[in-house]
């Protein structure tokens, strides 16, 4: 069934998108919803975001990814930093709930620490049990998506204010991560939040799932795949981005991903980032240093 949508909405060949026309409630939290088009299969590879990804299902089609390491999963399902490039595929017209988390509203809204997901991508009953089979029946009955997106934006909310924090010093970090599009310099960070590198990397890796280091080359990763699939050279991206030469931003891709830059450019799922996360920061030149 097509819903008659009051949030902005675009289309890709494969779904129909939409946007909340409000930000949410809670902090660090971005959503989109998706529609299937009609019962054609879809199968696509993920390029993953810097962000923790939640996708809450719903209607008679079937959401399946296959995470890098090749396993598979179905339903709804969350998906920790960096899990490498996901393939992705539905039948039937799937609809769901896409949730961008940012590490410090992701450890509080999960309740378990973010190292644990890392690299990996769960079933979401795995983490919120029972919870989530009434979730997906309330966003199946519900006939709009700001119904959908206001289901969704309680459900985090009470996880949230139930879950552990995040220390501020480590979510310090982060944005300054994120700002610097992956340019600051590790020992820079530690001391704009006051802590030892060594504190910083203990406290940030146990509650973020990646060290320092680690989420930086993630969020340049991120800005560098977008400029490619922008039309960017392989090699004004690594000249612009903080990569020594293009042979340094190949391996970067290439431990990310499994592909080249020029293979990454093509992936369909980038454009749709500027559809469904018209707000992500964009992959722009950044003047800090490059972290060591």
């Known amino acids: 069934m097509r819903v008659a949508e009051p949030a902005p909405a675009a289309a890709t060949p494969w779904a129909e998108i939409a946007r909340p026309t409000r930000p949410s409630r809670l902090a660090g939290v971005t959503v989109a919803g998706f529609q299937g088009r009609g019962a054609d ?8 975001p810097p962000a923790v990804m939640l ?3 719903f209607g008679d089609g079937r ?19 960096a ?20 590490p410090a509203a992701a450890l509080a809204v999960l309740g378990v620490p973010l190292v644990e997901l890392s690299h990996t991508v769960v079933t979401l009953e795995d983490l919120w049990g029972r919870d989530v089979a009434r979730i997906e029946e309330q966003l199946h009955q519900a006939r709009s998506w700001e119904h959908r997106f206001g289901i969704i934006d309680a459900a985090l ?16 970090a982060w944005q ?16 704009e939040v006051g802590w030892s590198r060594q504190r910083l990397w203990s406290r940030f890796h146990s509650q973020v799932g990646l060290t320092p280091k680690r989420a930086a080359r993630l969020v340049r990763f991120d800005r560098a795949a977008h400029r490619l699939a922008a ?29 080249t830059p020029t293979v990454v450019a093509d992936q369909p799922w980038l454009a749709v980032d500027d559809v469904a996360w018209p707000d992500h920061p964009p992959a722009v030149p950044s003047s800090a240093a490059t972290v060591r």
């Open 41 to 48: 299969v879809v199968d696509y590879l993920a390029v993953p």
């Open 55 to 57: 996708a809450v299902e």
């Open 63 to 81: 959401l399946v990814v296959e995470d890098a390491a090749g396993r598979e999963r179905r339903g709804s399902l969350a998906a920790g930093l």
């Open 83 to 102: 899990p490498g490039a996901a393939r992705v595929r539905a039948r039937g017209g799937v609809g769901c709930v896409q949730v961008r988390l940012a």
């Open 157 to 172: 909310a009470r996880r949230r204010d139930a879950g552990p924090p995040v220390a501020a010093e480590v979510a310090v």
């Open 176 to 191: 300054r991560i994120v700002t610097s599009s992956g340019q600051i310099r590790v020992d820079q960070l530690a001391g």
């Open 231 to 259: 039309g960017a050279s392989p090699a004004r991206v690594a000249a612009e981005g903080g990569y020594a030469d293009q042979s340094h931003l190949h391996r970067e891709v290439r431990d990310f991903v499994e592909m």
